[in-house]
């Protein structure tokens, strides 16, 4: 088992600093968390640790003694950066308007081995991995790790876009932290595009390791460079995949958006707009990680799941993992991307271990997918959506229920009533039980749930609304020759495997075969007696459903 490992350098940073603040710094316990020393003009020097800082000495900084650590630091570079040569070690000036240095950040790198077997199952997918997370949760240490990783044990050909010297430290020699890796330099930060697509041109690299990908000519490249089939394992700006579809210049890493009109009877199907967002391609990077703290990081396995989860509004929930003190690391429940509370485990089931092996996935018993409830009972109990009922599902707004169940007893029809907007298939109700609860109006539209206004709250009204729903149902759900429902079964068969053998025991989304618009249908049906979610993708010919696990 391999624990975590750290190493330093402090004491060649520290060498630099004033008198004063090396003797404050003395201590091995104020140095083991240090992030950082800033050091301001005509300012008391500062130690920054994490969720907290701590003054350096009582005397404010002179001009002198700033003037003379800038002297040993050497020469800053076009980016207001230098470093120690050989260290991981990062020195940011501050500038005043006429160019003199009226202020430092030095930020302490530290090489921490044993952190990427928090990730190690992903590497050995081959697959490019995006790394996220705010500043100083520890994204380019990580990278530094998983390049060392990929270059010595997994004998790849791995090539470092190292554009501020922070993965490899300063000097023309690479630092040992990221082993057998090559390092290229970058001359100007603005040429970062350039040097990634010489990497690849130039020195046939397997593994292409870049930090801070930040504006849309790098966003280019880093597809570019993953459709030559090179892996690429890089940092962006942003704190989660949210933030990046929001971003429209990094969108395109996670797929691109674009604004897409949909027909009439797919948005009455997805109970949304005609016009909505969905995700233009394939992502630059399937898989990504969420880094929340230093040894909590959530990993989505399939970005554009996640993506187009998040696109249709839904909350996805990512795989989350915790590094233990002895290198174990802990798979937390799974729950919704974010801040929000998560749901408390269950106190009787102990916490999974793994430690480099994906964890085996639990089946869960599924649903007989085809029972259904026969007719004529339609006053059975009033269970929920999920237990296999395929008939239609009314709420009544200012309607006598019993005409309802009058009306449903007389003709056999597969329809019950239920009392929640959840489940409603549509709302039936006349003009002034609308007006009576104009709350309900609101939930209805919001919810996509069609409503059906009758005139009068009358049997043969009713019958007449419930025989015009049952038959534009019937009529969008069978298909009409024989060779439309050879296919519908064939379909249907695909769906099922797909479920049975793929979703459900791996944990892994399938996409099916591109359908008719009514068998889709029909596949979604048949997903949703399997308790699981399903989306459509694709144009045209071949638009197709996505099954998603659990």
């Known amino acids: 088992m391999t624990t975590e490992h750290i190493t330093d350098d402090l004491d060649r940073l520290l060498m630099l600093l004033p008198a004063d603040v090396q003797q404050a710094l003395a201590s091995s316990e104020s140095r ?11 300012r008391v020097p500062e130690a920054r640790y994490p969720g907290r800082s701590m003054p350096l000495g009582d005397g404010c900084l002179s001009r002198d003694a700033l003037q003379a650590t800038v002297e040993r630091l050497g020469q800053f570079g076009a980016d207001n950066r230098a470093g120690i040569e050989r260290t991981l070690h990062r020195i940011s000036a501050i500038r005043s308007r006429c160019g003199d240095v009226v202020g430092l950040t030095c930020r302490v790198g530290r090489a921490v081995f044993g952190t990427v077997a928090m990730v190690r199952d992903l590497l050995d997918s081959g697959e490019s991995l995006l790394l996220m997370g705010r500043p100083g949760v520890g994204k380019t240490t990580a990278l530094r790790e998983i390049a060392r990783v990929l270059a010595d044990e997994f004998g790849k050909r791995v090539v470092v876009i190292d554009t501020s010297n922070e993965i490899a430290g300063d000097g023309d020699i690479p630092h040992p932290a990221i082993g057998r890796a090559r390092r290229m330099q970058v001359a ?65 890493l996670v797929g691109g958006i674009e604004s897409v009109t949909l027909g009439d009877d797919e948005a009455r199907r997805r109970r949304s707009q005609k016009t909505v967002l969905e995700r233009a391609a394939e992502p630059t990077f399937p898989l990504a990680v969420e880094m929340h ?58 916490p999974s271990r793994w430690s480099g092996v994906k964890p085996p996935l639990a089946v869960v018993p599924m649903p007989d997918p085809i029972s259904s409830v026969g007719e004529g009972q339609a006053e059975g109990p009033q269970n929920g959506p999920s237990d296999g009922w395929d008939g239609l599902q009314v709420l009544c707004c200012g309607l006598n229920p019993r005409l309802i169940e009058e009306a449903t007893r007389r003709h056999d029809w597969p329809v019950r009533l239920v009392e929640d907007l959840v489940e409603a298939d549509v709302v039936l109700s006349i003009r002034q039980g609308l007006g009576r609860q104009p709350g309900l109006r609101r939930q209805a539209r919001e919810a996509r749930v069609p409503i059906l206004v009758i005139k009068a709250d009358t049997l043969p009204q009713v019958e007449r609304a419930l025989e015009r729903l049952l038959a534009r149902r019937t009529e969008e759900a069978l298909p009409t020759s024989s060779d439309d429902r050879a296919d519908a079964f064939a379909a249907l068969e695909e769906c099922r495997l797909a479920v049975e053998q793929v979703v459900v025991p791996l944990g892994r989304p399938v996409e099916l075969l591109p359908r008719t618009e009514e068998v889709r249908r029909m596949q979604a049906d048949l997903v949703e007696r399997y308790r699981l979610r399903s989306d459509v993708f694709g144009q045209a010919e071949q638009r197709r459903l996505r099954v998603f696990p659990p």
Do not use: F
């Open 293 to 350: 703290q230093r040894h909590r990081w959530a990993v989505h396995p399939d970005v554009g799941a996640t993506v187009d989860l998040l696109l249709r509004g839904h909350q996805p929930r990512a795989q989350l993992r915790e590094l233990e003190s002895d290198g174990t690391v802990r798979l937390v429940e799974g729950a919704p991307v974010g801040d929000g509370p998560r749901r408390p485990r269950d106190p009787q089931r102990p």
């Open 32 to 42: 083991d968390e240090l992030l950082e020393v800033v050091l301001d003009l005509g």
């Open 188 to 252: 100007r930060p603005e040429l970062q595009h350039q040097v990634m697509i010489e990497a690849v041109e130039n020195h046939m690299p397997e593994v292409i390791v870049i930090d801070e990908i930040g504006t849309e000519l790098e966003a280019q490249a880093a597809r570019t460079i993953a459709e030559r089939g090179v892996m690429l394992v890089a940092t962006a700006h942003g704190n989660a995949l949210a933030n990046l579809i929001k971003n429209p210049t990094l969108c395109d």
